[in-house]
């Protein structure tokens, strides 16, 4: 089945630095890759998806990037603020797979003041 | 404006005693998740219905079970929680078939933090 590592696991930065999340995937089936944000307490957030035919998205200052040929995909935050702190999880999709979500493992994003 | 409704944010519970999560959603989507989520871990899908056709995960316990008497509202059932049974239940939809091949985004509710006593 499905596998997506994330890295990293913690990740500080200052507020208006850049933060950057990783993931890779291992079955090249996989076309649809979202990312959520959870704050403390609350459920799972959809901030920015991709799909496989598009290789780069943006929504103000979040974006992502992805890279069939390497299965792997990236979230970059610009601009952090405090209110980004939270955990970031990302997913795939298997095409076919029944829509079954397949998360990484989370990172854990602190923006200090 | 909530979408994916789930009553109540916390719930408590005693070691053997049954316990019901609800979830609603305005969203008029036919498949319906429930996700167990543990501390610092992704949430793990226990079971979904797309419509009224129930698709339990393998790994899923029989002491869960859930229900869905219309579109809006899908039920979580534990019969007998126990203590490892304490976690976060968050409640999911999306808006089309799982068997057409498609992928469609999910969309979640708040949650329910259980606590087993």
């Known amino acids: 089945g499905e596998n997506v590592e994330q890295h990293p696991s913690t990740l500080s930065v200052q507020e208006g630095d850049s933060a950057v999340i990783k993931c890779t995937y291992s079955?090249?089936?996989?076309?649809?890759f979202p990312w959520y944000k959870q704050e403390l307490g609350k459920g799972p957030q959809l901030i920015i998806d991709i799909r496989s035919n598009v290789g780069e998205k943006k929504d103000q200052r979040i974006a992502v990037t992805l890279n069939k040929t390497a299965k792997h995909f990236s979230l970059h935050i610009t601009e952090t603020q405090p209110e980004d702190s939270a955990v970031y999880f990302c997913a795939a999709i298997r095409r076919g797979g029944g829509n079954k979500l397949t998360f990484g493992t989370g990172t854990q994003l602190k923006v200090e003041l | 404006d909530a979408m994916v409704i789930q009553n109540p944010r916390y719930q408590v519970t005693q070691f053997g005693k049954p316990v019901t999560l609800s979830c609603s959603q305005t969203l008029n989507h036919n498949v319906m998740y429930w996700y167990q989520q543990k501390s610092s871990q992704a949430p793990k899908l226990l079971f979904h219905y797309y419509d009224k056709d129930f698709n339990n995960e393998a790994d899923t316990p029989d002491n869960f079970q859930s229900r869905r008497p219309n579109t809006s509202f899908c039920f979580l059932d534990i019969r007998s929680p126990g203590l490892g049974d304490a976690a976060m239940y968050l409640c999911?939809?999306?808006?089309?078939?799982?068997?057409?091949?498609?992928?469609?985004?999910?969309?979640f509710g708040p949650g329910t933090r259980l606590t087993v006593l």
């Open positions: 079955d090249s089936a996989s076309n649809y």
């Open positions: 999911a939809t999306s808006r089309d078939s799982p068997g057409q091949g498609r992928t469609d985004t999910q969309y």
